[in-house]
Each structure stands twice: as C-alpha cells, then as structure tokens.
C-alpha cells in the first residue's frame, strides 16, 4: 500500500510559480513510478508528468513540457512538480498517483492504482 498527501497549491498570478511536493508512505515508493494529473471543473482529469521509480524516464504532457519538472527524492519518500510561467488554464485541482506495478511507468490515469486528496492551483490573469 502506498498513501500520498500532497502540498503546495496556492493562488498565483500568471507568469508566477509554485512547487507541489507529495508525501508517499509505504515500503515500494521507491520502486514505483509516480505521476502527477490535473483536473479542472467540468473536464476530465489529465496526465501532467511521470516519472520512473529511478528518475530515468520522465513524461510530460505538451501542455507543461518547458514549463514544468517533475522530480523525486526516494531518500525523503517524496516526488515534486516545480510549475514555471504558470497560466490560467493550469488551474486545476493537482493529484499525485503511484504507479500500480513496481518498475513501470505510464501516462494514463488508468494505471495508478494510489492517488492523494489533491492540492488546488488557482492561476489569477
């Protein structure tokens, strides 16, 4: 089992930054890729990032790709979305998931079978 809390959301004005960090318990987090996903109101929740229980692969959706990293700490059990040159339509409701298996990663929602409470982003113009 894994158990994630994230943290981090706040407002921000368009053009600022914020960094989200999720907190994972459990003796796999580290064997296991972990993604982030967005959901705005009234639409379907959407990939962001993911990367592998090693950091050796990372995925970005084109939305985020040059704005956003996604990075982990498996000492501290703990992955981060750094979000730059945020924009209105970032805001959303942001969730951290752990990959069902061990040692693989995805970009559909489908395959992460632990998801946090979510943090919300609210991007101000």
């Known amino acids: 089992q894994v158990q994630l809390v994230e943290s981090g959301g706040g407002l921000v004005q368009a053009g600022g930054s914020l960094r989200l960090s999720c907190a994972a318990s459990?003796?796999?987090?580290?064997?296991?890729?972990m993604g982030w996903f967005r959901q705005a109101p009234e639409k379907e929740r959407e990939f962001v990032a993911a990367?592998?229980?090693?950091?050796?692969?990372?995925y970005y959706a084109d939305s985020v790709k040059g704005r956003f990293t996604i990075s982990r700490d498996n000492a501290k059990n703990t992955v981060y979305l750094q979000m730059n040159s945020l924009k209105p339509e970032d805001t959303a409701v942001y969730y951290c998931?752990?990959?069902?298996?061990?040692?693989?990663?995805?970009?559909?929602?489908?395959?992460?079978?632990?998801w946090g409470q979510g943090t919300q982003v609210t991007v101000a113009s």
């Open positions: 998931a752990a990959h069902g298996f061990t040692r693989e990663i995805g970009v559909v929602a489908g395959q992460y079978d632990y």
């Open positions: 459990g003796r796999t987090f580290s064997n296991r890729a």
């Open positions: 990367i592998s229980w090693n950091g050796g692969s990372i």
